[in-house]
């Protein structure tokens, strides 16, 4: 009976292994919260299925989720609060080009990772940010691709609408050289505030210009809202966004206007089970009674993917520093048929590029 005491005594004086704190910042009020709804329910698929199976080296992953509201300036007060006082291991998911910016000094300040933020801005990509592990591949590559193509489909006015901040430009600057390369030059290249979109001055450019094509660069909220004053002027022209807009959400917000919309996507197609990626999330989704998976849902999918493998050889008690380690080591890591590779001096991670079309039944279509 003592022994048994005793035994008793020890269980309940070991302690059980902590969680691994995982910090995220994203706007889940706001112009993206629609597809960071979806992202973020497609890394927790992941992650719930590897804490079903014992964790991660006994440990279980805890994803802390805050909303920035889209902010740049709530997005760095969150990752301050997540870094200090939540003490996560990494900070993950963020959206936004700008609020990723903002969140950047603390990461040099605190020495962390931030895996896999949910924007493709060529910043984050060269020069190499040692902090930061990109999994998407660069919205540059994606802007240069549609242009090309919609020149390749005899498309010859193709505007530019953007947002005016550090996002804009960057995919913008894609654009301008997909132009280059076709020996074009946009019929119009026109910008709106990020915080106050305002298009009743710039619609008219577009339809005065009979633009073929419009490459509206913004948030879901901001597309709609161009569509809309574009369609209300009697323009027919095929809207072209990037993949940032790649979600369920953004097609419910477009409604009827969202038949014929281009949307470049940055992973294999989510209805094709032929991609193992695609079928192993697909089959998670519809154990939790799901319908299946978005697109969003699979970079938030693939982003948890690569968390897990550095989170695995960052060893059973991993540090901030062992976790960097960990990632920088990875090299031709398969996550279900995309390959990816990270080391000190390029931490671009995938750079898959395709289009999509939205269909009249409200789906994206390959």
């Not at 704190?21 to 112009?31: A, C, D, E, K, R």
């Given at each position: 009976m003592l022994s048994g005491l005793l035994a008793?005594?020890?269980?309940?004086?070991?302690?059980?292994?902590?969680?691994?704190?995982?910090?995220?910042?994203?706007?889940?009020?706001?112009?993206?919260?629609?597809s960071v709804k979806e992202l973020t329910e497609g890394a927790r698929l992941y992650f719930d299925a590897v804490n079903a199976r014992g964790g991660v080296n006994g440990q279980r992953i805890e994803l802390v989720s805050m909303d920035d509201k889209f902010d740049p300036k709530l997005a760095a007060e969150n990752a301050r609060q997540l870094i200090v006082e939540k003490d996560a291991l990494a900070l993950f998911l963020s959206r936004?080009?700008?609020?990723?910016?903002?969140?950047?000094?603390?990461?040099?300040?605190?020495?962390?990772?931030?895996?896999?933020?949910?924007?493709?801005?060529?910043?984050?990509?060269?020069?190499?940010?040692?902090?930061?592990?990109?999994?998407?591949?660069?919205?540059?590559?994606?802007?240069?691709?549609?242009?090309?193509?919609?020149?390749?489909?005899?498309?010859?006015?193709?505007?530019?609408?953007?947002?005016?901040?550090s996002f804009g430009?960057?995919?913008?600057?894609?654009?301008?050289?997909?132009?280059?390369?076709?020996?074009?030059?946009?019929?119009?290249?026109?910008?709106?505030?990020?915080?106050?979109?305002?298009?009743?001055?710039?619609?008219?450019?577009?339809?005065?210009?009979?633009?073929?094509?419009?490459?509206?660069?913004?948030?879901?909220?901001?597309?709609?809202?161009?569509?809309?004053?574009?369609?209300?002027?009697g323009s027919r022209a095929t809207i072209v966004t990037v993949s940032n807009n790649a979600s369920v959400g953004f097609i419910k917000l477009m409604g009827p206007l969202g038949h014929g919309t281009i949307v470049t996507q940055v992973f294999p197609y989510e209805r094709s089970m032929a991609a193992p990626i695609v079928k192993e999330a697909s089959d998670l989704a519809h154990a939790k009674g799901l319908d299946g998976v978005s697109p969003s849902h699979m970079e938030g999918f693939a982003a948890a993917k690569v968390l897990v493998e550095g989170l695995k050889?960052?060893?059973p008690k991993p540090t901030r520093q062992a976790l960097i380690a960990a990632l920088n080591g990875l090299q031709k890591i398969d996550i279900g048929g995309m390959e990816l590779s990270y080391s000190p001096t390029d931490h671009s991670g995938l750079v898959y590029t395709d289009m999509s079309i939205i269909s009249e039944d409200g789906k994206f279509r390959r």
């Open positions: 008793a005594l020890a269980i309940a004086s070991t302690p059980a292994s902590a969680d691994i704190i995982i910090g995220q910042t994203s706007g889940f009020s706001g112009p993206v919260a629609a936004g080009t700008p609020h990723t910016e903002a969140i950047a000094p603390l990461l040099t300040q605190h020495k962390l990772a931030l895996v896999a933020p949910s924007t493709g801005a060529m910043v984050l990509h060269k020069p190499v940010n040692p902090y930061i592990f990109n999994v998407r591949a660069p919205y540059q590559r994606e802007a240069e691709r549609v242009v090309r193509h919609l020149s390749l489909i005899g498309q010859e006015r193709i505007a530019i609408l953007q947002v005016d901040d430009n960057d995919v913008a600057a894609g654009a301008e050289t997909g132009f280059s390369g076709v020996g074009k030059k946009p019929i119009v290249h026109a910008k709106f505030d990020r915080t106050k979109p305002d298009f009743s001055q710039i619609a008219p450019q577009l339809v005065k210009a009979e633009a073929q094509s419009v490459l509206i660069i913004g948030t879901a909220n901001a597309v709609s809202d161009a569509a809309k004053a574009i369609r209300a002027l050889r960052a060893g």
